[in-house]
């Protein structure tokens, strides 16, 4: 799925990612990220919670353990993700298209011991 600067005119989005529960650790120790994306795919779609995975892996991530974060191209089991405060397998899980000032929160539930 690539992601084009250029999209639908150039159109983009703008969304805040937090990462708790230890997955800062993978984002340089930052919590709050503010990420923009091309509001449509190369292909005319629009943008996916799949393009943010693929974005946050390639672009965001500082840690090279991906496979903390992502498995199968998905995010990892044991990982929730809230969308707007909303459990994201009530919105579509990786499907979901993003709009404008989303609010996407991942939060482990991995815990050591």
């Known amino acids: 799925m690539a992601i084009s600067a250029g999209g639908s005119a150039g ?3 703008s969304i805040t990612v937090e990462f708790t529960g230890g997955l800062e650790m993978l984002f340089s120790n930052e919590r709050k990220h503010n990420v923009t994306l091309p509001a449509q795919l190369e292909n ?3 943008t996916t919670i799949a393009d943010l995975l693929t974005h946050l892996v390639d672009n965001v991530m500082q840690d ?3 496979e903390l974060f992502i498995m199968e191209d998905n995010v990892r089991p044991g990982i929730l993700v809230l969308i707007n405060d909303a459990d994201w397998e ?3 899980e990786e499907k979901y298209e993003l709009q404008q000032g989303d609010n996407i929160v991942f939060v482990s539930t991995l815990h050591g011991g």
């Open 11 to 13: 159109a983009s989005i």
């Open 64 to 66: 090279q353990r991906k």
């Open 90 to 92: 009530l919105e579509g």
């Open 44 to 46: 005319g779609s629009q």
